[in-house]
């Protein structure tokens, strides 16, 4: 072993290597160290030399004494080591500071240049963030980018950094190209604008999915609306249905929904014991790390990844059929038996919410009336050829439709009452398409990377789109650069995903989980499209509706150039490019050139766009509409609730006999006109 006594081979300046030892220069040394033993003036000399970064070798070095022996030991034999002369250190320390002082400035100056950043950055931000943002003249961008500038230039100065005719034209440059921090994902801001849900009782919700649909469908509107509500202040969710683990065919509707409900009441009692025996446990360990550190509880051991209690960090219940392991904590999830048919208070649903049809024909006297004081609500797909009457759960207490056209123009009360003359009067309402924050948000402008995207499915359902994309096929490769550069097209996914239906299915629905990777990338996929293009075409079908193409794009920050629907009308005409579906391509592409070459206009738009949309069109706000839906309903309101404005004007279903609304075609001989153009 090396003896800890040894001085340091590399030595601090002003000590001596052993190859530089010599009996002369130890007795200078003893002599030295005799004279200034006595002499309180140089005291501050020897400490000073013998604090150096040597540590105690350098120490027992200059007093020619070791730490393994007392003070009357004889000194050792090796030579200690002689210390320079005062002069000799104050020449080599002036000699280090000298060569240290560009190193010094050097980090002085960058010390300086980021503070000086820090301080604009920060008054960049409390300059926008001081804007008298929107509910009068926050939409404005040339109203607040003019505010930031000078709010900015304020700020400088009262910092001291003025920068003279520099600064206040760098401003006034970085100003003209700004957007505030909240232009972005909500995850990072909130807008001035965000719908807040409003205060409500708690509301414990069973969206009723279907589990092949969910491994099928490439659309992922169920799962956003399921996504929203996880995140919603008033609502427990639930999901289940046919296909999950645990349903049964075999029983009504109404059977399944009360097992379901004791089912998570089992749950939840298994889940409170596991954390009460590991609270318990947490307990016991750090009694026992009191009375002894390296104490372990019971025959847990203290491994790599678990606490002191034994416990593994995130750990997550099992599936049905696990087994714990010996000093696994894992909670086991119960077995799914025989559970009571009976109500359960404390967990029944206070809503069972379905999306389109999950139930075909077949199935619908599976379908019975709901109990418990549990409501049922159904929200319709697309009425294409009217076929949603077909699809309509008639036992439903709400339905709800996507398209405010289709309350009056196919559940119209007098065909209702034709075709079910018995039936007491439901409550219907309009709960329009929307789009989450967190999934679809802008970028600055500076970040897009098209100029125009077509967006979608093409066909002769979807005009301006089908005119569009044939445009671009015939143009190819020889079109002009002017033309050609306009526009591009987003890839369509297409409608379904393959799986594997072998594989065990789930119980319910986990965000994040692997068996929806598929239909989460297809979506990050389309939310980056429409973030990263200033313009998204698309249109609203033949039948005029508000798909979620518009609510998505809107809070994208991308414009859409689109023919209007017929609800939210007034609002969308002031930020959307209208587009008729009678127009050809060339008139379709000239107008997009207008509005590109207008980018302050452009912009303009977007925002505006935006502002609408996180306040009237976000998925947190569909919720709230079905929730206030299902306290009408419990007051005994019945008929057809209108949220948004809405026109019911002369149009044709899609499909062979093209129906029409009846005040269409009310003169015999004639056919009135209404969307067309």
């Known amino acids: 072993m090396a003896d800890k006594t040894a001085p340091a081979r590399h030595a601090w300046p002003g000590t001596l290597h052993d190859a530089d030892r010599s009996p002369r220069r130890c007795a200078h040394h003893s002599h030295h160290a005799r004279h200034h033993s006595h002499s309180p003036s140089h005291s501050h000399s020897h400490s000073h030399s013998v604090s150096h970064p040597a540590g105690r070798s350098a120490r027992h070095a200059l007093t020619g004494t070791s730490s393994s022996s007392s003070s009357s030991s004889p000194a050792p034999s090796a030579c200690p080591e002689a210390p320079r002369s005062l002069g000799q250190r104050r020449s080599s320390a002036l000699l280090v500071r000298r060569r ?3 190193l010094v400035l050097l980090s002085a100056l960058l010390a300086l240049l980021l503070l000086h950043e820090h301080r604009l950055s920060s008054s960049r931000r409390g300059a926008w963030a001081a804007v008298p943002l929107p509910v009068r003249e926050a939409r404005k961008l040339a109203t607040s980018r003019a505010e930031w500038a000078a709010r900015r230039k304020r700020s400088a100065e009262r910092a001291g950094n003025k920068g003279g005719i520099a600064e206040l034209v760098r401003a006034d440059q970085e100003a003209a190209t700004a957007w505030p921090e909240w232009w972005g994902s909500v995850r990072a801001a909130t807008s001035p604008w965000d719908y807040v849900p409003r205060e409500r009782e708690r509301v414990r919700v069973l969206f009723l999915t279907d589990y092949d649909d969910y491994r099928t469908r490439a659309n992922t509107h169920t799962y956003e609306l399921i996504d929203a509500a996880l995140e919603h202040p008033h609502v427990d969710v639930d999901v289940w249905g ?87 904590e894992r909670w086991e999830v119960p077995p799914w038996t025989a559970y009571e048919d009976g109500c359960n208070e404390r967990s029944r649903f206070g809503l069972v919410w379905t999306i389109s049809d999950i139930y075909k024909r077949d199935d619908l006297a599976h379908v019975d009336v709901l109990d418990c004081g549990t409501l049922f609500a159904q929200q319709i797909g697309d009425c294409h050829s009217l076929r949603c009457l077909d699809e309509w759960y008639v036992g439903a207490n709400i339905t709800a439709v996507k398209y405010a056209f289709e309350l009056q123009e196919v559940f119209g009360w007098d065909r209702i009452k034709s075709m079910y003359p018995d039936m007491a009067a439901p409550l219907f309402g309009h709960s329009p398409d ?6 679809f948000w802008p970028v600055p402008w500076s970040e897009k990377k098209r100029r125009a995207s077509i967006f979608g499915f093409d066909g002769s359902f979807y005009p301006i789109r089908t005119t569009v994309t044939d445009y671009l096929k015939d143009v190819g490769p020889s079109a002009s650069a002017s033309r050609s550069a306009v526009v591009s097209r987003h890839p369509h996914p297409g409608y379904t995903i393959a799986y594997d239906p072998a594989e065990p299915a789930l119980e319910t629905y986990e965000r994040n989980h692997s068996s929806y990777a598929v239909q989460t990338a297809i979506r990050e996929d389309f939310a980056r499209g429409l973030r990263e293009a200033q313009i998204c075409i698309f249109d609203s079908s033949l039948e ?81 509409g079905m929730l206030d839906l299902v306290d009408q309903y419990r007051a005994g309101i019945r008929g057809y609730d209108h949220p948004f404005s809405f026109s019911s004007r002369c149009r044709a279903f899609w499909s062979g006999n093209a129906p029409r609304p009846p005040w269409c075609d009310a003169t015999p001989g004639a056919s009135h006109r209404g969307l067309e153009g």
């Open 100 to 102: 240290n002082v560009p």
């Open 242 to 328: 046919p296909g999950w683990a645990g349903y049964d065919f075999a029983v009504p509707l109404s059977v399944n929904v009360k097992r379901r409900a004791n089912r998570l009441a089992a749950l939840d009692a298994a889940r409170g014991a596991h954390d009460a025996k590991r609270r318990a446990r947490r307990a016991a360990a750090e009694q026992a790390q009191k009375r002894d550190r390296w104490a372990v509880w019971g025959d847990v051991r203290r491994a790599p990844g678990r606490d002191a209690a034994g416990l593994r960090a995130g750990e997550v219940g099992r599936s049905e059929g696990d087994h714990v392991e010996e000093g696994d």
């Open 434 to 439: 929307t789009g989450n924050p967190w999934d």
């Open 544 to 624: 005029r509706k508000m798909i979620r193409k518009y609510a998505q794009a809107f809070l994208s920050g991308c414009v859409v150039a689109a023919d209007l629907p017929t609800e939210h009308e007034e609002a969308l005409s002031a930020f959307v490019i209208e587009l008729k579906p009678s127009w050809n391509a060339l008139r379709i592409v000239a107008e997009l050139e207008r509005h590109l070459a207008e980018p302050e206009r452009l912009e303009q738009m977007a925002m505006d766009a935006f502002a609408y949309a996180r306040q009237h069109l976000t998925t947190t706000r569909k919720i709230d």
